[in-house]
């Protein structure tokens, strides 16, 4: 009743979940509801050919499931997404999950040649839908994994100890709202309204070599790396690393200038 609430007050459209939502009862709901889904399918999933309709058909009820689908035996392409080459494949399928035919994506993944493949398995209920978009949109869903952590993490979501409804739901909000620009704030470019002109945001090794760190090789910025780095930035600029009390005093006198 609370999906069905809460799908009755969204728009028609496509809505992702994690492969932890995999019930069939779950996407009966959806689907009554004019949505669609798109799913990351279990390891133990199985999947079905839709079968054939025979010359001669006997007394009884039609097959509903026809061949079971190997991953393995299945033509494979290149495709180019975000920059990524995938080895990927698609069809048209049945599964027990989901009472529509939904379209199957296979990924191919291969760490190393003298290991055997991985099968990173996709379905949606939108059959038009290019392969390209729903492993785009899959990926992104992954994005909200990991703000709610960074979140929970490096902007106090985690510690919250209110107990007023209103206080709670501002909690949640300024919790979000900081995080929020924090992302803002390293962006590739930062443009000034006024003079247009671009100010170069630190990269990743710049963050890296400010905190120290030449363990980790992250591809891009974390929220994580982020906070870091701000609060060393600050720790800097207001607040001496020595113990000379002379340039701690004088520092102290730049916050109450700028305060005031």
Request: with cysteine; charged share 25%; aromatic share 10%.
């Amino acid at each position: 009743e609370v999906l069905k609430s809460i799908c009755a007050n969204v728009p028609p459209g496509l809505i992702i979940f994690d492969r932890g939502f995999n019930r069939r009862k779950v996407f009966t709901t959806i689907l009554a509801q004019g949505h669609h889904l798109l799913c990351r399918a279990k390891s133990n999933a199985v999947f079905y050919r839709i079968p054939t309709r025979p010359k001669h058909p006997k007394r009884g009820r039609p097959r509903r499931y026809g061949n079971r689908l190997h991953l393995p035996y299945l033509k494979y392409r290149d495709i180019v997404v975000e920059n990524e080459t995938l080895s990927v494949t698609d069809k048209i399928v049945r599964t027990k999950m989901c009472s529509e035919d939904v379209r199957l994506v296979v990924i191919r993944l291969r760490k190393k040649k003298s290991k055997p493949y991985q099968y990173f398995c996709l379905f949606t209920s939108d059959k038009q839908l290019p392969v390209a978009d729903v492993i785009r949109h899959y990926k992104n869903r992954w994005q909200i994994e990991t703000a709610f952590r960074d979140v929970k993490q490096n902007f106090g979501f985690g510690t919250c100890q209110l107990q007023k409804r209103e206080s709670l739901n501002r909690h949640v909000q300024l919790s979000f709202i900081a995080a929020s620009l924090t992302q803002l704030s390293f962006t590739d470019t930062a443009t000034d309204a006024a003079s247009q002109t671009e100010q170069a945001m630190p990269d990743v090794q710049t963050v890296l070599n400010t905190l120290g760190i030449h363990w980790y090789k992250p591809k891009y910025l974390t929220r994580g790396l982020m906070t870091a780095y701000l609060k060393r930035c600050f720790q800097q600029q207001y607040f001496s690393a020595s113990n000379d009390p002379k340039q701690n005093l004088e520092k102290n006198l730049k916050i109450d200038e700028d305060t005031t």
